[in-house]
């Protein structure tokens, strides 16, 4: 870290009662001041303010937990996927979840907290997980509406997030970002076979889009009123975009798309107003949303249910991973004592 010179760096208020802040404290906030004004990076080893070191540390245990949770939606298809070319790619993007949640847990360790604590947070019912992965996938089609909309809803929040002032989340961002754009796509062709097959597969996939639309559109999370961490995150260069002007970009994009599919959103009043400068779209449901978030979902028992389940399941591995690293870390104890 840089040394900052301490005489012009205003002190920090210091409440009644409380310690005063030591001149290593008083250094790395300006320190991480800068570094924020200046658009740049601040990396693990930097100081930073707990507050910062807190939210970063729920949005991205929050964000690992929905890679590995939204895994079970589309798993439940890979042996109902209706070829083997589409079974093959059905697993591969499950898989890309799986790493995506790797990566992002392993860029929320390097803020402090163990993995398996995170983990822990989340099994205990703690820890939230996207809202869109408590709803069910009732049919083939709604792979093809997961991949566009959900993929397509993740895409417009995560690009922004590459840029994220915290370096480990941002680099995890860019390459995620890559592998989500290939999701959509494989999304939107499932889509667009089936609204050119038979009137039956062109409704399954009309019904598809009915009902992730509205789902979809909540993933950005609570209005920019009522989004308690969007103003000091966006301070932070953390987030660079309010959960409203992120819904908006996205809902643009989908108006445009779906007409290529030869489909509609469920939303006649959407459009576009010159005037405001903005997309209008119907009023959403937030007493929904608050009641999925809270675990009141029409999946959230069974997704909590099958995740503890895969978690027991996997007790052996870890147990051998662990026996594993205990041998070889023995293994070079005693190679270096007979070096010595
Ligand atoms: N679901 O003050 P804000 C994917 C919570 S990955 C559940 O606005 P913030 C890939 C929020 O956490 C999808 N909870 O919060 C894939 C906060 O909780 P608190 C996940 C939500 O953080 C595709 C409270 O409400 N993506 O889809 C939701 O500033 C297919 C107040 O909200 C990310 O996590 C929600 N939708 O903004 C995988 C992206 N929205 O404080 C498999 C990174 C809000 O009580 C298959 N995260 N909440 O703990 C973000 O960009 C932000 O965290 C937001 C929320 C935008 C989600």
Request: aromatic letters at 8%.
């Amino acid at each position: 870290m840089a040394a900052a010179n301490l005489q012009s760096v205003p002190q920090p208020q210091q409440a009644q009662g409380e310690e005063a802040p030591s001149a290593e404290d008083v250094a790395g906030q300006a320190y991480f001041d800068r570094v924020i004004a200046e658009d740049s990076r601040i990396e693990p080893r930097d100081w930073m303010p707990a507050a910062y070191r807190k939210t970063l540390t729920r949005q991205v245990s929050q964000h690992a937990h929905s890679e590995i949770i939204g895994m079970q939606p589309e798993a439940n298809w890979i042996t109902r996927a209706p070829s083997l070319k589409r079974k093959a790619i059905l697993m591969a993007k499950v898989q890309d979840e799986a790493g995506h949640g790797l990566y992002l847990y392993s860029a929320a360790e390097t803020l402090g907290t163990p993995r398996d604590v995170l983990n822990q947070q989340l099994l205990d019912g703690k820890a939230k997980y996207s809202s869109i992965f408590n709803y069910p996938a009732r049919t083939w089609a709604d792979m093809g509406a997961i991949g566009w909309l959900v993929d397509g809803a993740a895409i417009a929040n995560q690009v922004p997030l590459c840029r994220a002032s915290y370096g480990p989340y941002g680099r995890a961002m860019v390459r995620i970002c890559k592998e989500e754009s290939f999701h959509q796509r494989q999304g939107f062709e499932i889509l667009l076979e089936l609204s050119n097959g038979t009137p039956a597969q062109k409704q399954m996939a009309q019904d598809a889009v009915n009902r992730f639309y509205a789902p979809a559109l909540m993933m950005f999370g609570p209005p920019d009123d009522d989004s308690p961490n969007s103003k000091q995150s966006m301070a932070w260069n953390i987030k660079r975009f309010s959960n409203d002007e992120l819904r908006q970009r996205f809902v643009g994009m989908i108006a445009e798309q779906v007409k290529v599919l030869g489909l509609t959103l469920p939303d006649p009043e959407l459009h576009y107003d010159e005037a405001a400068g903005r997309w209008i779209h119907k009023d959403l449901d937030w007493q929904e949303f608050k009641d999925v978030i809270s675990g009141k979902g029409p999946c959230n028992a069974q997704r909590m249910a099958r995740r503890r389940e895969a978690h027991e399941n996997g007790t052996w591995v870890r147990e051998a991973a662990r026996a594993y690293a205990q041998k070889q870390a023995a293994k070079r104890a005693a190679e270096e004592i007979g070096a010595a």
